[in-house]
């Protein structure tokens, strides 16, 4: 599934209910409320952050086997990754929550940015319904 | 979404339905910061309704955690739902707020009991 969204806040029910519609046909039943919140936190932080020169914002899922495969990209302004990824977030710090939310609900999660814009890459393992 | 408020002893219980995001989160600081406004009050936050939450509802909850403390006020909170509570735990913030898995739990924890009837709480010690 491949979806390209305006960079603006209307466009994150849609990518939340096309990422779950996604999940649950491919299988992913308990994951996809899990990859669905991902998505839209990484998604906010584009609308929020990156400031995309296209004004677009690009979703794409992949199921592979047992684990389902999220990419979200823009070109964007892009940031320092290093400053916050696995970095513990303070409880009451007043932000950061966004990357700890996407790597707490997901198995892996890569993020590469530069002037050009961000790619974040994450995947959810499937465990079976019990 | 709809927000309820209701005053029990003191406590103002504010009761948000439907999804705390991005889209609701402005509504939500409006009416509780409106109702804190220049005064103290002691705030039970009732979450057993929310069906979802993201990093700005969890922001906001922050936000009002510090205005009640910082007013000197007390603040606690009702989740009920698992996916809500699994993302405050995602955040640490459950070892920063007070959290109850009912209202009839949060009431008496701040000694509110006018009439409030736990029924869960009483079959759980039956």
Do not use: W
């Not at chain 2, 989160?25 to 979802?52: A, C, N, Q």
């Amino acid at each position: 599934m491949v979806a390209d969204l305006s960079c603006a806040k209307k466009s994150l029910i849609r990518a939340r209910s096309k990422v779950i519609k996604f999940a649950e046909e491919h299988g992913f039943l308990k994951e996809a409320e899990d990859v669905a919140l991902a998505a839209q936190e990484a998604l906010k932080n584009i609308i929020q952050h990156a400031c995309p020169a296209d004004y677009n914002m690009h979703l794409e899922c992949i199921a592979d086997g047992d684990r389902i495969i999220v990419e979200i990209s823009d070109t964007g302004v892009g940031f320092d990754v290093s400053g916050v990824t696995n970095t513990p977030t303070p409880p009451m710090a007043s932000h950061g929550r966004g990357i700890q939310i996407i790597e707490g609900l997901m198995d892996e999660v890569r993020i590469t940015s530069d002037q050009e814009g961000t790619l974040v890459h994450m995947e959810k393992m499937h465990k079976p319904v019990s | 979404m709809e927000i309820e408020v209701e005053e029990k002893e003191g406590y103002q219980v504010v009761s948000p339905v439907g999804e705390l995001d991005i889209y609701t989160v402005p509504l939500f600081r409006k009416v509780v910061l409106r109702l804190e406004g220049d005064r103290r009050h002691d705030l039970i936050l009732d979450l057993s309704r929310v069906t979802f939450i993201d990093s700005s509802g969890m922001g906001s909850l922050i936000e009002i955690f510090q205005k009640v403390q910082s007013a000197g006020g007390d603040i606690a909170y009702v989740v009920a739902n698992p996916r809500i509570l699994k993302v405050f735990k995602l955040v640490d913030l459950d070892e920063v707020f007070r959290i109850y898995p009912n209202l009839g739990r949060a009431l008496q924890s701040v000694g509110v009991t006018g009439g409030y009837v736990d029924e869960e709480f009483f079959s759980d010690n039956t």
